[in-house]
């Protein structure tokens, strides 16, 4: 599966919309894009995922560029409960397996 | 939506003991379970995957004697760490999918994990 590259910690203002962006420009054509979420010493939690449409849930949206090298997962109305590591994951079509790499650290502000 | 729980919660034993995990899938089945070790300030590390019926898969550099996975049911995978030692303390995360979920969507719903502590 693809690497991915995230920055490793962001702040956001209460109220306002996160964007995290993710980088993984080695991706392949069968390759998803999943996000997680861990919120402290709880386990993940996924929050969406795509290939190349852009996708919307009640959590977030996640914006994959056209050429699908990099994506952002964007949570419109951050609240302190968001605070949490976010993982972005490359993931091939058929494959169960989850590799998680360092993921960014998201501090929501008051 | 789909939940899995693990138990305990937390655990604290004395070196040299064997402890066990449990992960089930509350409100779906699951032929294939994953086991995560999480040391603290790191990412998750993926150690096994649990097969229903079938040996579990280690991971490279993951001992099988050390951590035994048992998947004896669609909806009960355990661990066993046996022989534990002050440096397997950690937090145990198991995940599953739901057999019946679109394998396009191929999501994992993971457990709250289980917070290893050896004296």
């Known amino acids: 599966d693809a690497k991915t590259t995230q920055p490793t910690s962001m702040d956001c203002a209460e109220g306002r919309a996160a964007n995290l962006p993710c980088n993984h420009s080695?991706?392949?054509?069968?390759?998803?894009v999943y996000w997680y979420r861990q919120i402290h010493s709880q386990g993940p939690q996924y929050i969406i995922h795509g290939l190349k449409n852009n996708e919307t849930n009640e959590m977030a949206s996640l914006i994959i560029t056209e050429d699908r090298k990099s994506s952002t997962l964007i949570l419109p109305h951050a609240t302190l409960r968001d605070t949490a590591v976010y993982y972005c994951?490359?993931?091939?079509?058929?494959?169960?397996?989850?590799?998680f790499g360092t993921g960014t650290r998201l501090t929501i502000i008051p | 939506g789909a939940v899995v729980s693990q138990h305990p919660s937390r655990v604290i034993c004395k070196s040299g003991t064997s402890v066990k995990i449990e992960c089930r899938s509350l409100d779906f089945q699951a032929t294939t379970m994953f086991w995560y070790r999480q040391f603290p300030k790191q990412s998750l590390m993926l150690m096994a995957t649990?097969?229903?019926?079938?040996?579990?898969?280690?991971e490279q550099g993951v001992e099988k004697d050390k951590f035994l996975i048992n998947h004896a049911s669609l909806t009960l995978s355990t661990l066993t760490v046996t022989s534990a030692h002050p440096e397997d303390s950690s937090f145990y995360i198991c995940?599953?999918?739901?057999?019946?979920?679109?394998?396009?969507?191929?999501?994992?719903?993971f457990g709250a994990g289980s917070r290893l502590t050896v004296l």
């Open positions: 995940s599953a999918r739901d057999m019946m979920s679109g394998a396009g969507a191929n999501v994992l719903t």
């Open positions: 649990s097969n229903e019926g079938s040996k579990a898969t280690y």
């Open positions: 994951i490359v993931r091939s079509f058929g494959n169960e397996k989850l590799t």
């Open positions: 080695t991706i392949s054509g069968n390759e998803y």
